[in-house]
């Protein structure tokens, strides 16, 4: 994967507000193809913290320039992780983490988990 792919998560109001979001963060990336709301869902999370939102996936919910989570899901596998680069009120923009391996991101997540909470 060359080019990068960024996202719109939402919903993040349901659960922890922005606090997860600070600039730079690392994330959990999961499709859900079996969620009851959308059989395209992506769910967006944390150790200890569980789901933190979901990744939009519609055209009212997504930042200009982001990918929808249909689109996305065909460029990921069924897991992955992605960093926070921008936030607003009720959106946080993220990029699809691939410069670094899967232990990796792993590695930095629970290390920063301290520093969220």
């Not at 507000?17 to 992506?42: H, M, Q, T, V, W």
């Not at 913290?49 to 460029?75: D, E, F, K, Q, W």
């Given at each position: 994967?060359?080019?990068?792919?960024?996202?719109?998560?939402?919903?993040?109001?349901?659960?922890f507000d922005l606090k997860p979001f600070r600039i730079?963060?690392?994330?959990?990336?999961?499709?859900?193809?079996?969620?009851?709301?959308?059989?395209?869902?992506i769910n967006v999370s944390l150790p200890m913290l569980?789901?933190?939102?979901?990744?939009?996936?519609?055209?009212?919910?997504?930042?200009?320039?982001?990918?929808?989570?249909?689109?996305?899901?065909?460029?990921?596998?069924?897991?992955?992780?992605?960093?926070?680069?921008?936030?607003?009120?009720?959106?946080?923009?993220?990029?699809?983490?691939?410069?670094?391996?899967?232990?990796?991101?792993?590695?930095?997540?629970?290390?920063?988990?301290?520093?969220?909470?």
């Amino acid at each position: 994967m060359s080019e990068e792919l960024y996202f719109t998560v939402t919903g993040f109001t349901r659960y922890f507000d922005l606090k997860p979001f600070r600039i730079g963060a690392l994330l959990r990336c999961c499709k859900e193809p079996n969620n009851r709301y959308d059989s395209e869902a992506i769910n967006v999370s944390l150790p200890m913290l569980g789901t933190i939102g979901y990744v939009a996936n519609s055209p009212s919910t997504m930042a200009g320039g982001t990918m929808s989570a249909g689109r996305l899901s065909a460029h990921v596998g069924e897991r992955f992780h992605a960093r926070v680069m921008f936030t607003t009120r009720t959106k946080a923009i993220c990029r699809v983490e691939t410069s670094m391996s899967h232990d990796e991101c792993e590695e930095e997540i629970k290390s920063a988990i301290g520093d969220t909470f």
